[in-house]
């Protein structure tokens, strides 16, 4: 019983450890006093404002249609590079899983500058330059989990389809299809969640103008304090919360790849 | 033939493997062994054991060796913690603590700046107790603080999955065989999550050795990892030459302990298949 | 079923992004088809209004990107990677861009409120634009010691010696930009604050490192808040920044040190890689107007050159030392020269050095 209530005592001081900050945000996005951490009343204002600035509005429209661009191509490129992969014979597939990895493994910074100097030779920086580095670091993690699915499909009944006269599109549809879709699926939900967190590399790679929540965040941050950015905090982690409540135990059960893939 | 079409597939990804993953390392590694007149030299490799590098990469080392090991010294017990738990309520309790990761770091990196601040959220707290002042944002400490906190669920995460992969029953084997629990724990469970704490290592150690952000802002910019030297190398200083150089060791840095890692961990937990 | 909904939600994610993509597609052929100028300047350094007023009036799409220390702008300029329109940056980066051939010309002729600007401070940049013919000044100011009041004596901060004190250990909030964190040091040494002497600058780094335990944070920005939020003693900052923590904090005052300190001219170029010559000219006209400076100067408080500010001013803000500093200051003061570039990363090298040394 000892034991138990030790570590029960364990889980609740890192819980307070992770959502401490968390909470004071919360709180602080409602004060009405701007520089003092002393409650000066109940306001909503840094909310109006918040959704009144351009700045933090772009960077969320931005950071929008960066990730699910960037999702939906790498898903596509990175699900068709899976199955041409699982296709290949060991010394080929060897040379792309051993490029799939370089991303990967490499630093965050070492892969955002060595993307900017190839990029800084040929066209300007801008919101292209951003999207193409977010698909080339989302790809592997597409490929990654749609590979497994792949070697399990059973590649003798795609055959057989295509024996019985199936056309190879119709095939794919119908049997590899729905083998791989999990993982095919499971790689799209990890690309968005890599896209939304990088700082790094997008800050590298970004033109003018062009801003992502990260970045904007790094510019805002060292230009003092600015309690919309608690505001903006508040909305980000319900919105977070319901998705990942809704999506975890409203939708499906032992859904645990989801929440292993953020990892990866 | 029909395989031949198939691997056909893959090529949109074999150009933008060329394109966009080995075209960039070829730049690095031009920027790294040229000079600022673009001619051969290996000036600014040769750099790198200068003062102020080998005061950033010490100090990256130690910051982000003491990061990792906090991190998994608090991660370890939560993580038996957690997989003791009856299915029907481990997930909501996973779910839990991973959910702060989900946030934007810099927003929860800001948080702590509230919080460490001299005039912020503890100190106001002790004050109105009467008990000092503790000062330790704009420090190493502050930035190891950030990173524990930044990193704390990449640690945990492969920990649990190699926790509660193990099977009940061995455990109850071996206590039925006379095993008392340390000795259960030193011969079974630590041995069967060795491979969740190796992946757990490298996927703290590799972003608290190489991040720039939290060191930047949590560090008042009195901490200067390799992080930030290459940042301003790039973003300030103009010199692209010296920050690919510094880059390319890192890479390299980074590769070899990817390798020992791979070497270690045979049974295919870590790095490649996270 | 429960499958399913995943689809669905899914696919509507997919939807979105197409659709969003498709937007963001139109949005660039719109804005490919309307003027833009691109526009780099200091953090915290126009007001956000200006512009959106700047865009309704003119049709042009104004691209804002900024920075923190004239070091970040001039890499951030000759990396080349994009191509700005305007930019506004301090005197000395644009001596050394205007040596290196980077910055256009400005027709001042085509602009309808150039008499607004100070006769005398255009005279002032001749120190750096002989011809007046590059550059456009935007505000002007000092660098000095913001200070608390209940914790310093106004006597200790005459001099850059306080800044040196132990008594102010972990009180010091230092710049966190090359040269104005190196000037108090070549100061408080007696050298001129151009020196490119590697021994007096090494003398220089030796007294920061001394100093570095004594210091807070280095900081630019944020300068301001800490100190009005009382987190720090002592602040090495621009005059403008003092003025807006004066404003928010009744405890805190401004010295420019006895020793002699450093006078800035903020100023706009157009540089050699401007795509939109007209539309960055009428920015730059646009900025010149009576209402425009006078906002952005409520919105910075650093000194403008423009006449009608200084106008439209209180009376107690026209007599603010701090705001617009006399003339016995003044002369006290040096302005920075361009530095070559084999200067500027001996000096960059030092600074890194600094920040490397525990």
Redesign the interface.
């Known amino acids: 019983m000892v034991k138990k209530s030790l570590?029960r005592i364990?889980?609740a001081l890192?819980?307070i450890?992770?959502?401490?900050?968390?909470v004071?945000?919360i709180f602080?996005s409602f004060n009405n006093s701007k520089?003092?951490?002393?409650w000066g009343g109940f306001t909503f204002k840094w909310y109006i404002n918040c959704f009144q600035s351009?700045?933090i509005m772009s960077a969320f429209i931005t950071t929008?249609?960066i990730t699910?661009?960037a999702?939906?191509i790498s898903t596509i490129?990175?699900t068709?590079?899976a199955?041409?992969?699982?296709?290949?014979r060991r010394k080929?597939r060897t040379i792309?899983l051993g490029?799939?990895?370089?991303?990967?493994?490499?630093?965050?910074?070492?892969?955002g500058?060595?993307?900017?100097?190839?990029?800084?030779?040929f066209i300007?920086?801008?919101?292209i330059t951003v999207l193409?580095?977010h698909?080339?670091f989302n790809?592997p993690y597409v490929?990654?989990n749609v590979l497994p699915k792949m070697k399990e499909a059973n590649r003798y009944t795609y055959?057989a389809a295509?024996d019985l006269g199936a056309t190879?599109f119709y095939a794919f549809y119908k049997v590899t299809w729905p083998e791989i879709k999990p993982g095919v699926?499971s790689g799209?939900i990890m690309a968005i969640?890599m896209s939304?967190?990088d700082?790094?590399i997008t800050y590298?790679t970004k033109?003018?103008?062009v801003n992502t929540?990260?970045t904007m965040?790094?510019?805002e941050?060292?230009?003092?304090?600015n309690p919309e950015?608690y505001a903006?905090?508040t909305i980000?982690?319900a919105a977070?919360?319901l998705l990942?409540?809704v999506?975890?135990?409203g939708?499906?059960?032992?859904k645990?790849d989801q929440?292993?893939g953020?990892?990866? | 033939m029909n395989n031949l079409k198939k691997q056909l597939l893959a090529g949109p990804y074999l150009i933008w493997i060329i394109g966009f993953i080995v075209l960039p390392m070829i730049m690095i590694m031009i920027y790294a062994f040229t000079n600022a007149d673009g001619a051969f030299s290996l000036e600014y490799l040769s750099a790198i054991t200068t003062t102020t590098n080998l005061n950033a990469i010490a100090l990256s080392l130690k910051l982000g060796f003491l990061a990792t090991l906090i991190c998994l010294v608090l991660s370890y017990p939560l993580a038996m913690i957690l997989s003791s738990f009856n299915f029907k309520h481990q997930n909501f309790v996973v779910f839990i603590f991973m959910l702060p990761m989900w946030m934007n770091f810099l927003l929860r990196i800001m948080a702590w700046k509230l919080l460490l601040s001299k005039n912020g959220v503890f100190n106001s707290v002790l004050h109105t107790l009467g008990l000092g002042s503790f000062n330790i944002l704009y420090s190493p400490t502050a930035v190891i603080l950030g990173m524990v906190y930044d990193y704390l669920p990449f640690m945990l995460l492969p920990i649990y999955n190699s926790m509660v992969r193990i099977r009940k029953d061995i455990i109850e084997a071996a206590q039925d065989l006379g095993a008392n629990n340390i000795t259960v724990f030193f011969k079974i469970i630590v041995p069967l999550t060795l491979s969740g704490v190796v992946s757990g290592i490298v996927m703290v150690f590799v972003p608290a050795l190489t991040s720039f952000a939290v060191s930047d802002i949590l560090g008042g910019g009195k901490v200067l990892l390799v992080g930030n030297v290459i940042e301003q190398d790039f973003m300030q200083g103009m010199q692209w030459n010296a920050g690919s150089a510094l880059s390319f060791v890192l890479m390299i840095f980074v590769f070899i302990s990817m390798a020992l890692v791979n070497q270690f961990d045979k049974d295919g937990e870590g790095t490649a298949k996270w | 079923m429960k499958k399913r909904i995943i689809s669905v939600m899914l696919i509507a994610a997919m939807t979105f992004s197409l659709f969003s993509a498709c937007g963001k597609q139109e949005n660039e052929n719109a804005s490919s088809s309307r003027e833009t100028i691109t526009v780099l300047n200091y953090g915290k350094y126009l007001d956000e209004d200006a512009l959106r007023t700047f865009e309704e009036e003119t049709g042009i799409t104004v691209k804002y990107e900024e920075y923190e220390s004239p070091e970040e702008m001039y890499t951030k300029y000759k990396s080349g990677s994009i191509d700005y329109d305007v930019i506004c940056t301090s005197e000395y980066m644009i001596e050394r861009l205007i040596q290196e051939n980077e910055v256009n010309e400005i027709n001042f002729s085509a602009f309808q409120n150039y008499d607004n600007v100070d006769p005398t401070i255009i005279d002032f940049c001749g120190s750096f634009d002989p011809e007046h013919k590059y550059t456009l000044p935007y505000f002007y100011g000092t660098v000095g010691i913001l200070y608390n009041k209940t914790m310093v004596d106004e006597s200790e901060v005459q001099s850059w010696d306080v800044l040196w004190d132990k008594k102010y250990k972990n009180e010091i909030i230092q710049e966190n930009s090359v040269r104005d964190a190196f000037m108090p040091a070549l100061s408080k040494l007696g050298y001129s604050i151009n020196t490119t002497d590697p021994s007096e600058l090494r003398e220089a780094l030796d007294l920061l490192i001394e100093q570095k335990p004594l210091v807070y944070a280095y900081m630019v920005d944020e300068t301001g808040d800490e100190m009005i939020a009382g987190n720090a003693a002592l602040a090495v900052l621009y005059s403008g920044e003092a003025a807006y923590a004066m404003d928010f904090n009744d405890d805190l005052a401004y010295s420019v040190p006895k020793e002699g300190s450093n006078i800035w001219i903020d100023a706009w170029f157009i540089p050699k890689s401007c795509t939109n010559q007209s539309g960055a000219q009428k920015f730059l006209d646009f900025l010149c107007r009576d209402d425009i400076a006078m906002l952005n100067f409520d919105y910075v408080y650093y000194t403008s050159p423009m006449l009608s500010v200084l106008q439209d001013q209180d009376e107690d803000v026209r007599n603010d030392e701090v705001i617009n500093p006399s003339k016995e200051t003044l002369e006290r003061c040096e302005v920075y020269k361009a530095l070559s570039e084999k200067d500027s990363t001996y000096y960059s090298n030092l600074w890194q050095e600094l920040k490397s040394t525990q």
Request: hydrophobic share 60%; glycine share 8%.
């Open positions: 570590s364990y889980m890192i819980f450890f992770l959502y401490l900050p968390i004071v945000l602080l520089s003092k951490v002393a351009e700045t929008i249609q699910l661009a999702a939906v490129l990175g068709m590079a199955i041409g992969i699982s296709a290949m080929s792309f490029a799939t990895n370089i991303p990967l493994l490499n630093a965050d910074i070492v892969t500058i060595s993307m900017m100097l190839l990029f800084v030779k300007d920086l801008g919101f193409i580095a698909i080339t790809i490929i990654l055959e295509l190879p699926f799209f969640t939304l967190d700082f790094s590298f033109g003018a103008g929540l990260s965040l790094y510019t941050l060292r230009k003092g304090i950015l903006l905090s980000l982690f977070v919360f990942l409540l999506m975890n135990f939708v499906g059960k032992g645990k929440k292993g953020k990892l990866a």
